[in-house]
Nanobody
Framework: QVQLVESGGGLVQRGDSLRLSCATP????????MGWFRQAPGKEREFVAA????????YNADFVRGRFTISKDNAKSTVYLQINSLEPEDTATYYC?????????????????WGQGTQVTVSS
């Protein structure tokens, strides 16, 4: 079991930016595929972005529209999700997840380890 700890959420206004962080044990991001998911109240959890251990990324094209960027710092063993031009529709709990090495997956079932989430609330 890999412990993942998200941070960086908060209450922001439309158009603001946030950078979410996911702290992991040493060398985790050098081995696992890392992903971000989100879940809004009353809705199912949905994929946001993922990055493989070697660097390739994939995004949910339905809403990312260039506003989200996933990245990682191997030295800090941390994964980031930069969100720009936040919209009220981005309001959700954002979760970090880790999957066994492979191509970045959009399927939540591929991820074995999950953090507790960080809340992002965007006011209009």
């Amino acid at each position: 079991q890999v412990q993942l700890v998200e941070s960086g959420g908060g209450l922001v206004q439309r158009g603001d930016s946030l950078r979410l962080s996911c702290a992991t044990p040493p060398r985790t991001v050098m081995w696992y595929t890392m992903g971000w998911f989100r879940q809004a109240p009353g809705k199912e959890r949905e994929f946001v972005a993922a990055i493989s251990r070697s660097g390739p990324t994939t995004y949910n094209a339905d809403f990312v529209r260039g506003r989200f960027t996933i990245s990682k710092d191997n030295a800090k063993s941390t994964v980031y999700l930069q969100i720009n031009s936040l919209e009220p529709e981005d309001t959700a709990t954002y979760y970090c997840a880790a999957a066994q090495p492979g191509s970045p997956s959009k399927e939540a079932s591929s991820y074995e380890n999950w953090g507790q989430g960080t809340q992002v609330t965007v006011s209009s």
